[in-house]
C-alpha cells in the first residue's frame, strides 16, 4: 500500500469590515443561545450561598481596616490585595470603626468563609487562613476592572457562603 503525503496549503481570508461584524455578531449570538442561566455571575466559581442586595457599597481615598490577630498570618495576601489599588490608602483601625474586616469564627471548615458586603464595609469571616485566602478571591471577584485604575472601590451589596463542595481540590 501506498501513501501519497497530503499537502496543506492554506489562504488567508481578509473579509472586509461588514463580514467581521456579521461574524462576530453571530458569534455573540450563538454563544447567548448557549447560556444555561440568563443570572449574572458575580463570582466564578459560584460560590454554594450568594444574595444580592440593592445597592452597592463605595469605597474612596483612605479605608480603615482590621485584622483578627489570628489571621496575621494572612497578612502578605491581604497587603498584596491592597497594593493592587495605587490611589487607595488602607490604615488600620480599631474593629469598631474599620470599614474593612476580617474576623475569626468557629464552626467554619478549613477553606470555608463568609463574605458580607452591605452599607457599612466589608465582612470576612473564616476559622482558618485558607478562607481567608478564598474570600479575598471572592471579594476580588467582586470589583469591576475599572477600580484597579480609580481612586474608588465600587461593590455590589452581598453576602456570600463559601466551602469546597469537594474534599480534594485536583
Do not use: C
Not at 44 to 51: A, E, F, Q
Amino acid at each position: 500500500i501506498f501513501v501519497s503525503p497530503l499537502s496543506l496549503h492554506a489562504t488567508a481570508i481578509k473579509p472586509d469590515a461588514n463580514e467581521q461584524t456579521l461574524y462576530w455578531a453571530k458569534l455573540y449570538e450563538k454563544n447567548t443561545s448557549r447560556q444555561v442561566s440568563t443570572a449574572r455571575k458575580l463570582v466564578l466559581p459560584t460560590p454554594k450561598s450568594i444574595k444580592e442586595q440593592q445597592g452597592e457599597l463605595v469605597l474612596e481615598g483612605a479605608i480603615s481596616y482590621w485584622v483578627d490577630p489570628a489571621f496575621q498570618s494572612e497578612m502578605s495576601n491581604l497587603q498584596t490585595f491592597a497594593t493592587m489599588f495605587g490611589q487607595l490608602t488602607f490604615i488600620g483601625a480599631e474593629e469598631k470603626k474599620a470599614k474593612v474586616q476580617v474576623k475569626k469564627a468557629t464552626g467554619y471548615g478549613k477553606e470555608a468563609y463568609a463574605l458580607r458586603v452591605n452599607k457599612d464595609g466589608v465582612l470576612i469571616e473564616a476559622s482558618e487562613g485558607a478562607g481567608v485566602f478564598y474570600a479575598l478571591q471572592s471579594l476580588r471577584s467582586l470589583i469591576a476592572p475599572e477600580a484597579f485604575d480609580s481612586g474608588t472601590l465600587t461593590l455590589p451589596l452581598v453576602d456570600i457562603k463559601d466551602e469546597p463542595r469537594y474534599a480534594y481540590r485536583g
